[in-house]
C-alpha cells in the first residue's frame, strides 16, 4: 500500500457521526415477496418500499466483517436497520484495498457478482468504463425528500447523463489536529483561535510551525517538527485538482494551475527551505501522537483515533488554514456510497443498504440516537459537535479530488510524484517537467474510454 492513512479501516462509531450533521423493499416479514417502489414502509415516509428478492447483500469489501456484530461499528447500525426496515442483511466478501478493481472484475465476468462494492475514488469512472457496474436511475428519485439534499452533488458525477454511483453525503475531510500543551507551553495563538479570527491561513501556519519546531538537546537535530502532513491531503486547499472535467466526461490536464504550483511550493519550502515540517508523512499520525510534531494535517477519520486525548484536552482540532489572499476555505472532502455491480443478484438489496445509509442522515430521530451514542463512547463535549457541524457547513468550499480516477494516475504515478516532492526534496519546478506528460497519457487514455462509453 502506497498510503496507509488513507486506507485505515474505521472501527468507531463516531466516524459516523463526524458527518451526520448538516444533512438534515418489502415489509418487514417474508423478505421474497416483491413490493411497489411507490408508497412508504412502517408509516415511514423517507423511506421507499423496494423488490428484494434474497435475505443476504453482498458487499465487497475491505472492512472486517466483525463490523457487523459490534455494537460501536458503523455497519452494525445499517445492518440493524436494514433488518428492521427492509429485513434483509449484510455479507461480506473480503479482498483487499488494492486488490478490489481485480476481484470486482473477475466476480463480475464469471457471473458472481456482489450486489455492493465499496468505494474509492481511483475506481471512479473506471468502473463505469469498464463494465463493471449499473447504473441506479430505475431505483433511486433524487428529488425525493430522502435525497433532494445531495441531488448536485450527485448531478455532478453522472456520466452519459446517468446516475452510476448513489452519494450518500459529502462532508469535509480536512483536520488540522495540535497538541495543545505545545501551544500553551509557547504562549501561542492556537489554530483553533486564528480561525476565530479570521486570520487562519497557510503562512501563519508556517509561522506557527517555525516557532514550534525545536531542537531539545542541541545536538543539531530537529526533536519536535511544527507539523506533519501527506501532501494530498494538503494540496486541494489552493482550490484547484491536477484535472478539469468538461461536461461530457472527459479531462483536461490542469497540472500547471498557478495554484497548484503555490501549494506544491509550499509543500517543497516547509520541508526544504523552513525545516518546520516532518517530511517523513508515511508515520504521521504516529509521529503526532509521540508528540515529536505539534500539528497534524489529516483526514476526519483520524478523530476517531484520538477520543481519549480529545476527552484529556491533550489534543485539539481546527478547520483546515485557507490559502493566502483567497475568499474561500477550500477544502478536500469524501463522498460516501457503495457502487451496484453489473449483474447483482440482490439489486433490491442493494439499494436498501443505500436508503438506510441516507436515512441515517436525514431521520431526525435517528441522527440523535446515534449523536447520543457517539457522546457516551467518546466523551466529546457540545463544543466538539459545534465545531464538526461548522466544519460541515456552507462556511467551507467542498472540493472531491477528480484525478484520483484518471486511468491509473491514482494507482501509480501520483503516489510517485508524492514521495518526491514531499519526501525527497525535489522541487516543483522538475516535478512537474517530469510528471505532466504522465499526466496527460493516463488523461488521452481515460478521455478514449469517455468517447467509446459515449458512442454506446
Same mark, same amino acid.
Given at each position: 500500500?502506497? %498510503?496507509?492513512? *488513507?486506507?485505515?479501516?474505521?472501527?468507531?462509531?463516531? !466516524?459516523?457521526?463526524?458527518?451526520?450533521?448538516?444533512?438534515?423493499?418489502?415489509?418487514?416479514?417474508? +423478505?421474497?415477496?416483491?413490493?411497489?417502489?411507490?408508497?412508504?414502509?412502517?408509516?415511514?415516509?423517507?423511506?421507499?418500499?423496494?423488490?428484494?428478492?434474497?435475505?443476504?447483500?453482498?458487499?465487497?469489501?475491505?472492512?472486517?466483517?466483525?463490523?457487523?456484530?459490534?455494537?460501536?461499528?458503523?455497519?452494525?447500525?445499517?445492518?440493524?436497520?436494514?433488518?428492521?426496515?427492509?429485513?434483509?442483511?449484510?455479507?461480506?466478501?473480503?479482498?483487499?484495498?488494492?486488490?478490489?478493481?481485480?476481484?470486482?472484475?473477475?466476480?463480475?465476468?464469471?457471473?458472481?457478482?456482489?450486489? *455492493?462494492?465499496?468505494?474509492?475514488?481511483?475506481?471512479?469512472?473506471?468502473?463505469?468504463? +469498464?463494465?463493471?457496474?449499473?447504473?441506479?436511475?430505475?431505483?433511486?428519485?433524487?428529488?425525493?425528500?430522502?435525497?433532494?439534499? !445531495?441531488?448536485?452533488? +450527485?448531478?455532478?458525477?453522472?456520466?452519459?447523463? $446517468?446516475?452510476?454511483?448513489?452519494?450518500?453525503?459529502?462532508?469535509?475531510?480536512?483536520?488540522?489536529?495540535?497538541? !495543545?500543551?505545545?501551544?500553551?507551553?509557547?504562549?501561542?495563538?492556537?489554530?483553533?483561535?486564528?480561525?476565530?479570527?479570521? &486570520?487562519?491561513?497557510?503562512?501563519?501556519?508556517?509561522?506557527?510551525?517555525?516557532?514550534?519546531?525545536?531542537?531539545?538537546?542541541?545536538?543539531?537535530?530537529?526533536?519536535?517538527?511544527?507539523?506533519?502532513?501527506?501532501?494530498?491531503?494538503?494540496?486541494?486547499?489552493?482550490?484547484?485538482?491536477?484535472?478539469?472535467?468538461?461536461?461530457?466526461?472527459?479531462?483536461?490536464?490542469?497540472?500547471?494551475?498557478?495554484?497548484?504550483?503555490?501549494?506544491? +511550493?509550499?509543500?517543497?519550502?516547509?520541508?526544504? $527551505?523552513?525545516?518546520? %515540517?516532518?517530511?517523513? =508523512?508515511?508515520?504521521?499520525?504516529?509521529?503526532?501522537?509521540?508528540?515529536?510534531?505539534?500539528?497534524?494535517?489529516?483526514?476526519?477519520?483520524?478523530?476517531?483515533? =484520538?477520543?481519549?486525548?480529545?476527552?484529556?484536552?491533550?489534543?485539539?482540532?481546527?478547520?483546515?488554514?485557507?490559502?493566502?489572499?483567497?475568499?474561500?476555505?477550500?477544502?478536500?472532502?469524501?463522498? &460516501?456510497?457503495?457502487?451496484?455491480?453489473?449483474?447483482?443478484?440482490?439489486?433490491?438489496?442493494?439499494?436498501?443498504?443505500?436508503?438506510?445509509? %441516507?436515512?441515517?442522515?436525514?431521520?431526525?430521530?435517528?441522527?440523535?440516537?446515534?449523536?447520543?451514542?457517539?457522546? %457516551?463512547?467518546?466523551?466529546?463535549?457540545?463544543?466538539?459537535?459545534?465545531?464538526?457541524?461548522?466544519?460541515?457547513?456552507?462556511?467551507?468550499? =467542498?472540493?472531491?479530488?477528480?484525478?484520483?480516477?484518471?486511468?491509473?494516475?491514482?494507482?501509480?504515478?501520483?503516489?510517485?510524484?508524492?514521495?518526491?516532492?514531499?519526501?525527497?526534496?525535489?522541487?516543483?519546478?522538475?516535478?512537474?517537467?517530469?510528471?505532466?506528460?504522465?499526466?496527460?497519457? &493516463?488523461?488521452?487514455?481515460?478521455?478514449?474510454? !469517455?468517447?467509446?462509453?459515449?458512442?454506446?
Amino acid at each position: 500500500m502506497r %498510503r496507509i492513512i *488513507l486506507k485505515k479501516i474505521i472501527s468507531l462509531m463516531v !466516524v459516523l457521526l463526524i458527518v451526520l450533521s448538516v444533512f438534515v423493499g418489502c415489509q418487514n416479514g417474508n +423478505n421474497n415477496k416483491s413490493s411497489s417502489e411507490a408508497g412508504n414502509i412502517n408509516g415511514d415516509l423517507l423511506l421507499p418500499k423496494l423488490n428484494i428478492t434474497e435475505e443476504k447483500v453482498t458487499y465487497l469489501t475491505w472492512d472486517s466483517s466483525s463490523g457487523l456484530t459490534d455494537p460501536n461499528n458503523y455497519f452494525y447500525e445499517i445492518n440493524n436497520l436494514m433488518k428492521q426496515k427492509y429485513n434483509c442483511e449484510l455479507e461480506f466478501i473480503r479482498t483487499t484495498y488494492a486488490e478490489l478493481p481485480t476481484k470486482v472484475a473477475q466476480m463480475v465476468m464469471s457471473g458472481s457478482s456482489p450486489d *455492493l462494492i465499496k468505494y474509492k475514488g481511483q475506481d471512479f469512472p473506471n468502473f463505469i468504463y +469498464n463494465d463493471l457496474v449499473q447504473p441506479i436511475d430505475s431505483y433511486i428519485n433524487f428529488d425525493t425528500p430522502l435525497w433532494q439534499n !445531495v441531488k448536485a452533488v +450527485n448531478d455532478q458525477y453522472k456520466i452519459n447523463g $446517468k446516475y452510476y454511483f448513489p452519494i450518500s453525503q459529502i462532508h469535509n475531510d480536512s483536520f488540522l489536529f495540535y497538541n !495543545v500543551k505545545m501551544f500553551e507551553d509557547l504562549a501561542l495563538d492556537t489554530p483553533l483561535d486564528l480561525y476565530k479570527k479570521g &486570520e487562519w491561513t497557510w503562512s501563519k501556519m508556517i509561522e506557527l510551525a517555525n516557532q514550534l519546531t525545536v531542537d531539545t538537546n542541541g545536538d543539531g537535530k530537529t526533536d519536535v517538527y511544527g507539523f506533519t502532513m501527506h501532501p494530498i491531503d494538503f494540496y486541494i486547499s489552493c482550490g484547484s485538482d491536477f484535472v478539469k472535467t468538461q461536461p461530457d466526461g472527459e479531462f483536461i490536464n490542469n497540472i500547471d494551475d498557478p495554484n497548484l504550483a503555490k501549494a506544491m +511550493n509550499f509543500v517543497y519550502n516547509t520541508g526544504y $527551505k523552513d525545516e518546520c %515540517r516532518d517530511t517523513n =508523512f508515511g508515520n504521521a499520525i504516529q509521529a503526532f501522537t509521540k508528540g515529536t510534531t505539534a500539528m497534524l494535517w489529516g483526514a476526519a477519520w483520524i478523530l476517531s483515533t =484520538f477520543s481519549d486525548q480529545m476527552e484529556k484536552g491533550e489534543f485539539a482540532f481546527a478547520p483546515t488554514p485557507k490559502m493566502d489572499n483567497s475568499n474561500n476555505y477550500y477544502v478536500q472532502s469524501r463522498i &460516501e456510497g457503495a457502487w451496484i455491480a453489473k449483474g447483482a443478484k440482490n439489486p433490491g438489496g442493494a439499494i436498501a443498504y443505500t436508503v438506510i445509509t %441516507r436515512y441515517m442522515l436525514v431521520d431526525a430521530t435517528t441522527k440523535q440516537r446515534l449523536r447520543e451514542k457517539d457522546t %457516551r463512547l467518546t466523551g466529546f463535549t457540545p463544543d466538539i459537535y459545534n465545531l464538526q457541524d461548522e466544519m460541515d457547513s456552507s462556511k467551507f468550499t =467542498f472540493v472531491v479530488p477528480r484525478m484520483l480516477g484518471v486511468g491509473n494516475w491514482g494507482n501509480d504515478q501520483m503516489w510517485i510524484m508524492w514521495n518526491e516532492i514531499g519526501q525527497f526534496g525535489d522541487p516543483w519546478s522538475t516535478c512537474i517537467q517530469k510528471y505532466s506528460p504522465l499526466l496527460q497519457s &493516463e488523461i488521452d487514455n481515460a478521455n478514449s474510454n !469517455v468517447k467509446a462509453q459515449t458512442k454506446k
